[in-house]
């Protein structure tokens, strides 16, 4: 029952008026644009904030008793799974390495969208935006907090998950989610909108938490497809978020339209570009597959993002730059991306594999046009190698994009034959990308670019080994310098799943026959 | 609204977990949408429309005899996509090209 609140026989609409515009109010004895400094730097005009509308219109006492009831279920799973030692029914140990790149790459991103909501829950003059912004400010802090707790549980019995915030801060490929927050933190309160609640959250999260998390659910992890349908039940209200603070915007102000454009193209490819992770982890980590990322691509973006583009085109607005690039690259970057990471296992806190036949066989038929020409060849490959004792471990430093911060894997669009690299010159230096789309973003605020933290440039500088490491000492090895101040257990977290630990673990836990000795499989990070 | 942009009917969407909460809300959408339809990926039902979707709060409470608040909808949802009008008696999704 709701507590009864202003009057009892107010309708939804009324009471949600009554329950937001009525918390706000005009300063008297400072100017307004002293105390509400950031709305209006970015150049979009509004003229009427009282248009806002938040959809939901949920209260907040509304707000507590619901997400009050969704916390009692969700800790209700995750204990039961704890009780019944539920880690043992997942369906295979591969797929704990999934979970690793969840805590390590998504959970520190909930907690940066935590602060950055609270920022500009702050900043907004328009009482429903603030609102709006300060519940999703504490959506994204229960979301840091649940998925810690449920992945804790896991923490226990497998490697790799030990200290997952400080790998945010230093691990090379997790500076891909960690600057794709910080370049949407240090904009203004409505780049920073578009960029998450629109472009992350309206236009790209449905695949992380919709089709993972029902593999979660197919893979016997009832603790992590709670916490994940949990969140995004959540994100449903953070989308309609979303979209409500573009449509206001373009609403309020034709000159509005333009600004907004541009917005949308720099954060739909960023958004694209970091969601590999998650192409990577539907195709490769879930051992029982439930859909391919090409599938769920053409679901959620190109069915559910062309009728929300269409939708938009009534403002001026068309859809994102580099989206056809991106519909290419359904049929290839998840592959692109397991095949980096099996080469540089040797640096990354979770295990990598080869897949197993029938896996193969899986991504052949939801890939017919491209794995069996291009990705299946390389894998067979590698496996011959490794069945040989030459397990291969990359040790060199590859060249990352200076905008995502994702080694140069891609491929040309029309020609998966060819890494696909772009230069730009500034200020005499000379700065690296992925892709045409990476290459726009920084030529459009290069000053802001010339700044990213470069995980192989910082190596190379000598900026990644603990204090009073001597690089010219004899016998120094940089990579073994490396993962030690990133705090990895080398030999533990790392390597190939075959041969690891956690493997072996799991086997004995369960009764099941032990694994053949993997040997030949680390011999080649020895080598 | 010219010819072009009218051919294309866009799909809305709404996806709940599946459980015995959802179940009369399902019911409910199946009911009063002819042209909803309903998959069922693991943990999941997933409903979609084309154009518009409509979630009556009456056909709740006859599926289930109880009295529903349609708010109570936050608790199992997933998903969803479009437009949202809701107030004490309906909850709608729509786009609006």
């Given at each position: 029952?709701?507590?009864?609140?202003?009057?009892?026989?107010?309708?939804?609409?009324?009471?949600?008026?009554?329950?937001?515009?009525g918390?706000?109010w005009?300063?008297?004895?400072?100017?307004?644009?002293?105390?509400?400094?950031?709305?209006?730097?970015?150049?979009?005009?509004?003229?009427?904030?009282?248009?806002?509308?938040?959809?939901?219109?949920?209260?907040?006492?509304?707000?507590w008793?619901y997400?009050?009831?969704?916390?009692?279920?969700?800790?209700?799973?995750?204990?039961?799974f704890?009780q019944?030692?539920?880690?043992?029914?997942?369906?295979?140990?591969?797929?704990?390495?999934?979970?690793?790149?969840?805590?390590?790459?998504?959970?520190?991103?909930?907690?940066?969208?935590?602060?950055?909501?609270?920022?500009?829950?702050?900043?907004?003059?328009?009482?429903?935006?603030?609102?709006?912004?300060?519940?999703?400010?504490?959506?994204?802090?229960?979301?840091?907090?649940t998925?810690?707790?449920?992945?804790?549980?896991?923490?226990?019995?497998?490697?790799?998950?030990?200290?997952?915030?400080?790998?945010?801060?230093?691990?090379?490929?997790?500076?891909?989610?960690?600057?794709?927050?910080?370049?949407?933190l240090?904009?203004?309160?409505?780049?920073?909108?578009?960029?998450?609640?629109?472009?992350?959250?309206?236009?790209?999260?449905?695949?992380?938490?919709?089709?993972?998390?029902?593999?979660?659910?197919?893979?016997?992890?009832?603790?992590?497809?709670?916490?994940?349908?949990?969140?995004?039940?959540?994100?449903?209200?953070?989308?309609?978020?979303?979209?409500e603070?573009?449509?206001?915007?373009?609403?309020?102000?034709?000159?509005?339209?333009?600004?907004?454009q541009?917005?949308?193209?720099?954060?739909?490819?960023?958004?694209y570009?970091?969601l590999?992770?998650?192409?990577?982890?539907?195709?490769?980590?879930?051992?029982?597959?439930?859909?391919?990322?090409?599938?769920?691509?053409?679901?959620?973006?190109?069915?559910?993002?062309?009728?929300?583009?269409?939708?938009?085109?009534?403002?001026?607005?068309?859809?994102?730059?580099?989206w056809?690039?991106?519909?290419?690259?359904?049929?290839?970057?998840?592959?692109?991306?397991?095949?980096?990471f099996?080469?540089?296992?040797?640096?990354?806190?979770?295990?990598?594999?080869?897949?197993?036949?029938?896996?193969?066989?899986?991504?052949?038929?939801?890939?017919?046009d491209?794995?069996?020409?291009?990705?299946?060849?390389?894998?067979?490959?590698?496996?011959?190698?490794?069945?040989?004792?030459?397990?291969?471990?990359?040790?060199?430093?590859?060249?990352?994009?200076?905008?995502?911060?994702?080694?140069?894997?891609?491929?040309?669009?029309?020609?998966?034959?060819?890494?696909?690299?772009?230069?730009?010159?500034?200020?005499?230096?000379k700065?690296?990308?992925?892709?045409?789309?990476?290459?726009?973003?920084?030529?459009?605020?290069?000053?802001?670019?010339?700044?990213?933290?470069?995980?192989?440039?910082?190596?190379?500088?000598?900026?990644?080994?603990k204090?009073?490491?001597?690089?010219?000492?004899?016998?120094?090895?940089?990579?073994?310098?490396?993962?030690?101040?990133?705090?990895?257990?080398?030999g533990?977290?790392?390597?190939?799943?075959?041969?690891?630990?956690?493997?072996?673990?799991?086997?004995?836990?369960?009764?099941?026959?032990?694994?053949?000795?993997?040997?030949?499989?680390?011999?080649?990070?020895?080598? | 609204?010219?010819?072009?942009?009218?051919?294309?009917?866009?799909?809305?969407?709404?996806?709940?977990?599946?459980?015995?909460?959802?179940?009369?809300?399902?019911?409910?959408?199946?009911?009063?949408?002819?042209q909803?339809?309903?998959?069922?990926?693991?943990g999941?039902?997933?409903?979609?429309?084309?154009?518009r979707?409509?979630?009556?709060?009456?056909?709740?409470?006859?599926?289930?005899?109880?009295?529903?608040?349609?708010?109570?909808?936050?608790?199992?949802?997933?998903?969803?996509?479009?437009?949202?009008?809701e107030d004490?008696?309906?909850?709608?999704?729509?786009?609006?090209?």
């Open positions: 029952m709701d507590a009864p609140v202003i009057k009892k026989k107010l309708g939804l609409k009324d009471r949600y008026a009554a329950m937001t515009r918390l706000a005009d300063t008297t004895y400072q100017p307004m644009e002293k105390v509400f400094p950031f709305d209006q730097y970015e150049g979009i005009k509004i003229h009427d904030w009282d248009k806002w509308e938040d959809p939901f219109r949920l209260t907040m006492d509304a707000y008793k997400q009050g009831e969704k916390e009692k279920k969700l800790y209700a799973v995750i204990e039961a704890a019944n030692n539920g880690q043992l029914g997942i369906s295979d140990a591969r797929y704990v390495n999934a979970l690793k790149l969840f805590i390590q790459g998504v959970t520190p991103l909930e907690y940066y969208a935590h602060r950055g909501f609270a920022h500009v829950g702050r900043h907004f003059t328009g009482a429903g935006a603030r609102v709006a912004a300060q519940m999703q400010s504490i959506d994204e802090l229960r979301h840091y907090q998925e810690t707790h449920a992945l804790s549980h896991y923490n226990k019995y497998f490697n790799g998950m030990h200290q997952p915030t400080q790998w945010f801060d230093r691990v090379w490929y997790l500076s891909v989610p960690k600057s794709f927050f910080e370049d949407a240090s904009g203004g309160p409505f780049e920073f909108l578009t960029a998450v609640s629109f472009s992350f959250e309206y236009v790209l999260t449905n695949l992380l938490f919709v089709p993972f998390m029902s593999g979660a659910a197919h893979n016997g992890d009832m603790s992590t497809v709670t916490f994940g349908f949990s969140a995004q039940s959540d994100e449903s209200r953070h989308m309609t978020l979303g979209i603070c573009i449509k206001f915007m373009l609403e309020q102000d034709p000159a509005n339209v333009p600004i907004v541009k917005w949308i193209d720099k954060w739909f490819w960023r958004g570009r970091l590999t992770l998650v192409a990577m982890m539907q195709d490769y980590m879930l051992p029982k597959r439930v859909m391919s990322w090409k599938e769920s691509w053409e679901m959620y973006v190109e069915e559910n993002g062309g009728a929300l583009f269409r939708d938009l085109a009534r403002y001026g607005i068309r859809e994102p730059k580099g056809k690039e991106a519909c290419e690259g359904k049929d290839h970057i998840s592959h692109q991306a397991w095949n980096t099996y080469s540089y296992g040797a640096a990354a806190p979770f295990h990598t594999w080869i897949p197993k036949e029938d896996e193969l066989q899986w991504l052949s038929e939801k890939y017919p491209t794995f069996d020409k291009y990705y299946r060849p390389r894998f067979e490959h590698l496996r011959e190698e490794q069945k040989a004792g030459r397990r291969i471990y990359n040790k060199t430093l590859p060249m990352l994009c200076n905008t995502c911060q994702i080694p140069l894997l891609f491929t040309e669009p029309g020609d998966p034959t060819k890494i696909c690299h772009r230069e730009t010159e500034y200020k005499g230096e700065y690296h990308f992925c892709s045409d789309g990476c290459q726009h973003v920084f030529e459009d605020e290069p000053e802001k670019y010339v700044q990213s933290w470069l995980p192989v440039q910082q190596i190379y500088q000598g900026h990644c080994f204090p009073g490491v001597d690089p010219t000492a004899e016998g120094f090895d940089p990579l073994l310098a490396v993962l030690d101040w990133y705090g990895m257990n080398v533990r977290d790392n390597f190939d799943f075959e041969g690891s630990e956690d493997q072996k673990n799991f086997a004995t836990w369960r009764g099941d026959p032990a694994p053949v000795s993997a040997t030949a499989a680390q011999q080649g990070a020895q080598s | 609204m010219n010819a072009s942009t009218v051919s294309a009917v866009s799909s809305v969407f709404i996806a709940f977990q599946d459980n015995e909460e959802s179940r009369p809300v399902v019911d409910a959408i199946l009911a009063d949408n002819a909803a339809s309903a998959t069922y990926p693991p999941l039902v997933k409903i979609n429309a084309p154009g979707l409509v979630i009556r709060r009456e056909t709740i409470e006859e599926q289930t005899g109880q009295r529903f608040n349609l708010q109570q909808l936050h608790v199992n949802l997933v998903t969803l996509s479009g437009y949202i009008d004490d008696d309906e909850f709608s999704l729509s786009w609006q090209h």
